[in-house]
């Protein structure tokens, strides 16, 4: 006959070394995952690199585009929008900004000069200065480094060899 009222437990889970250890796992656990987020970051730090990184990839991408349209025409386009719409000629992802859907700032400065201007999220300065010095310095890593705040690019249209 069952007792009413009286719970049966299993003797084998109510020792002391059965709690410890399963007290122990759950203290790794959140170790663990405290660790993970102190390495790595917030979840909001990382998509602010990503959405910086996608901003200098927006920015190379019409920084090239603006060269060959330089080089086609013999002098910088008027406006962004101008490349924007010459999408099969001149490769241009996006010329907005992914998070505020801005356009990025465009000034020509010169006959060949121009500021190429966004907002950034995060500081990437420290990450130049940790990457070994490059032998040969690619014409991408003359720039885009940048702080936490407006940031603007002066860059000069290259010339391609005929």
């Not at 019409?62 to 490769?91: F, G, H, V, W």
């Not at 400065?109 to 690619?138: I, V």
Request: include cysteine; proline fraction near 6%.
């Amino acid at each position: 006959m069952k007792q009413k009222g009286k719970k049966l437990e299993s003797p084998k889970y109510n020792t002391f070394a059965f709690r410890a250890f399963s007290g122990t796992v759950i203290v790794a656990v959140v170790a663990v995952v405290v660790a993970g987020l102190w390495l790595a970051g917030s979840p909001a730090e990382e998509r602010a690199r990503r959405l910086d990184s996608a901003r200098i990839s927006d920015m190379q991408n019409i920084s090239n585009a603006i060269d060959q349209y330089y080089n086609a025409n013999k002098m910088l386009p008027s406006d962004l929008d101008t490349l924007s719409k010459a999408r099969e000629t001149y490769y241009v992802n996006s010329v907005v900004d992914p998070e505020t859907m801005l356009p990025y700032e465009y000034t020509i400065r010169d006959t060949d000069t121009y500021d190429l201007c966004a907002t950034f999220a995060t500081d990437n300065s420290q990450d130049q200065q940790q990457r070994p010095p490059e032998p040969y310095p690619t014409w991408e890593s003359r720039f885009w480094e940048h702080k936490a705040e407006r940031t603007c690019f002066n860059i000069t249209a290259r010339t391609y060899p005929k």
